[in-house]
């Protein structure tokens, strides 16, 4: 489940930083995507390692 949530929010970055780059231009896309990346991983990474520490006692 939070892997399909992970895909979804890094294809949903990726479609907005293309249409950012059309605007702002390399750097500023860059930046953008790397903002937007850093919030996911900041707010999944918690459930993420619960998942793998459960997958790895059973």
Known sequence: MA???LL???????LL???????AGHL????????ILIACLAHY???IAAQTKQVHHS
Do not use: D
């Open 3 to 5: 892997m399909r949530c």
């Open 28 to 35: 500023g896309s860059t930046l953008f995507l790397t903002i």
């Open 45 to 47: 990474l918690p459930e």
């Open 17 to 23: 930083t293309r249409a950012f780059i059309a605007r």
């Open 8 to 14: 979804l929010l890094l294809s949903g970055a990726i």
